[in-house]
């Protein structure tokens, strides 16, 4: 099974033969056998070179830049070997389409605020009193069949997010990680700091998933299609942030195998330090790696697969052989 390489530490990233190599002062020379890597994340200093960049473009496994701050800055992108010229073709239709947009948009936010309310009836069924947030955000469906553009809809996402945000202080019941508020960049305090870190990281590991597939990241529904290089990743991360990203923060901080000492305070916001940011990207792939029940196929699918199979969703659903449809765990 192929996997993501996560590369925290100062080094150099080397072709050597037919196989990679990470060479760091604080880990010696690892070899990573080329066939066994998806992609490549990169959170530190790192030395390549052309010859790299070519060998990793034949192997088609991209290469994924974050900065100092945990940002996710910028893709190396392989030639896109599964691009489909009909299905481009198909996107940008359903794009200058507004009702095919509108559609296809408002899928997406119902899968979010669906796995939204998902959460919080599963820590309401711990004995969390949540029914404020639960209601608040079942009286947005009625709204979000009303919505007549994507700024609506995307307005919409927002108060069931304000209304989620609100219950994290009450399942989390911890003091050292308060929500207080929204806060992006920089991230105000520490759970703050998780979510902006976690959403980045699913983000990025949607794109690499699409570029799996015939689909063009570039055409996106929600998030409008503009200077952006890729917005269709983030569609897609809106229906998997509650599966994924929130799960992941929760049961870190509920076990607290994260703490205090694990941040650090940098140019005004809250920031990972290094080893937290390990912890945080074990939790990530763990969870990435974890299985469930797919009722349709009958068998039992990763969330990683899950994110691809979104991607088959959408595919089928620009060629006219089925109705989109967001991915939404029951229980």
């Known amino acids: 099974m192929k996997r993501t390489i996560y590369i925290s530490t100062p080094g150099q990233l080397k072709r050597e033969g037919n196989t990679l190599v990470f060479i760091s002062q604080e880990a010696g020379k690892k070899v990573i056998p080329v066939e066994t ?10 030395t390549l070179n052309k010859k790299l960049l070519e060998f990793l473009s034949q192997k088609h496994i991209p290469l994924h830049f974050f900065n100092y701050f945990e940002y996710y800055v910028g893709s190396f992108y392989p030639r896109e070997h599964m691009n489909s010229g009909l299905i481009i073709l198909r996107q940008a239709e359903y794009y200058l389409n507004h009702e095919w947009r509108i559609g296809l948009a408002r899928a997406f936010v119902y899968g979010s605020l669906s796995n ?15 029914s404020t947030q639960i209601n608040a955000i079942e009286e947005l469906f ?7 553009s994507t700024a609506e809809l995307m307005a919409l996402e927002g108060h069931a997010r304000m209304a989620y945000y609100e219950a994290f202080d ?26 902006s870190f976690g959403n980045s990281l699913l983000y990025v590991t949607t794109l690499s998933e699409i570029y799996r597939t015939h689909l ?23 229906v998997f942030k509650p599966l ?10 509920n076990r607290n195998e994260l703490k205090p000492g694990d941040f ?20 990530y792939e763990k969870r990435l790696n974890e299985t469930i029940m797919h009722k349709k196929l009958g068998r039992k699918v990763s969330y990683r697969r899950l994110l691809r199979l979104e991607c088959y969703k959408l595919y089928r659903h620009f060629l006219g052989e089925e109705i989109y449809s967001p991915y939404v765990r029951t229980r």
């Open 37 to 46: 890597v998806d992609s490549i994340y990169v959170f530190a200093e790192i």
């Open 116 to 130: 939204m309310l998902l959460n919080l009836r599963t820590y309401a069924s711990r004995g969390n009193d949540l």
């Open 142 to 148: 009625d709204e979000l069949n009303q919505a007549s």
């Open 170 to 195: 009450i399942i989390l019941a911890n003091p050292d990680f308060s929500f207080e508020v929204r806060s992006r960049r920089p991230p105000a305090n520490r759970l703050n700091a998780l979510i």
């Open 216 to 238: 063009d990241p570039r055409i996106g529904y929600l998030h409008e299609t503009n200077q952006r290089s890729f917005t269709l990743n983030l569609d897609i991360s809106e």
């Open 244 to 253: 994924i990203v929130d799960r992941v923060i929760f049961s870190l901080i």
């Open 264 to 283: 650090s305070e940098k140019l005004g916001g809250v920031y990972l330090k290094e080893k937290g940011a390990r912890k945080f990207l074990e939790a």
